[in-house]
């Protein structure tokens, strides 16, 4: 007998390690987890930030744990990996979402600005996903990945934005993802991103400021921005057994920004 829709999408028993998770997206990721049965690990690199967001989430309901680990630094990344397995025997779900963003003109931007993108969010999300794969889901043939890309990975921008290392790096994420779950799947991991729009995060601050929350809103078909629900559905799709056979896509939470022509 098949399974219901709702055993198909309940996490219960499934452990996930959620970076970038103290705030903004990956809060919200993490708090979707967490709502569908999910023991989650949160880390991001301020302690502070950390114990505010687990504290949220268990009066939640929400069995959740923490870590500190700067992921733009390999030991750090290691270390996280090490003690999450540690701590929760395994790692069934991993969604790379730590990022950073860098806004100069191509012609001026610095070097070690583009060096501090790039090794956060396609360095990193590369070194964790190597770890955790190797030392958790390979071995048990079983893993789910999520990798938090951008609609800023598929072309380039408004004048009003140069964020041209970010793009890139988000470009880079979607075809890492691609390649990865070409490789992984016979291990029975699914590697899948998600491309967020424009939602209002300390990230995207300046942005909004810069360009206006309502401008940017009017950009898009339905006529807002991403909202604390948005993502929910999708990272839950990708996490469990409901998208046990999709593997190597990228799908755009956006309002259809990205689907807009000659905009």
């Excluded at 569908?36 to 505010?52: H, I, N, P, Q, Y």
């Excluded at 078909?221 to 593997?247: M, N, Q």
Aim: proline letters at 3%; glycine letters at 12%.
């Amino acid at each position: 007998m098949t399974r219901t829709i709702q055993q198909l999408f309940d996490l219960k028993g499934k452990t996930a390690l959620v970076t970038g998770g103290s705030r903004g997206l990956g809060l919200q990721l993490a708090q979707a987890l967490g709502e569908a049965g999910a023991r989650v690990m949160l880390s991001s690199r301020k302690a502070e930030d950390l114990v505010e967001s687990a504290a949220e989430l268990k009066a939640a309901g929400i069995d959740v744990d923490w870590i500190a680990a700067d992921c733009s630094k390999e030991a750090d990344i290691r270390a996280l990996a090490d003690e999450t397995i540690k701590r929760f025997g395994h790692v069934d779900i991993l969604v790379n979402n730590a990022g950073a963003a860098w806004g100069a003109p191509a012609e001026d931007h610095p070097v070690d600005a583009w060096d501090k993108v790039m090794n956060l969010n396609v360095r990193g999300y590369f070194i964790l996903s190597q770890h955790i794969a190797k030392h958790s889901m390979i071995p048990r043939k079983s893993g789910r990945i999520i990798n938090v890309a951008s609609i800023a990975g598929l072309g380039g921008n408004p004048r009003e934005m140069t964020t041209i290392a970010y793009n890139t790096s988000k470009g880079a994420v979607i075809n890492f993802t691609r390649a990865l779950g070409c490789e992984w799947g016979a291990y029975n991991i699914t590697v899948n991103a998600i491309c967020p729009g424009f939602f209002p995060s300390k990230m995207t601050m300046g942005t909004l400021k810069a360009m206006g929350e309502e401008k940017l809103a009017a950009h898009a078909p339905l006529g807002r921005l991403g909202d604390d629900e948005d993502l929910k559905g999708l990272c839950v799709l990708y996490a469990s057994d409901a998208g046990k056979h999709i593997t190597g896509q990228w799908l755009a939470v956006d309002g259809g920004v990205s689907v807009v022509t000659g905009g």
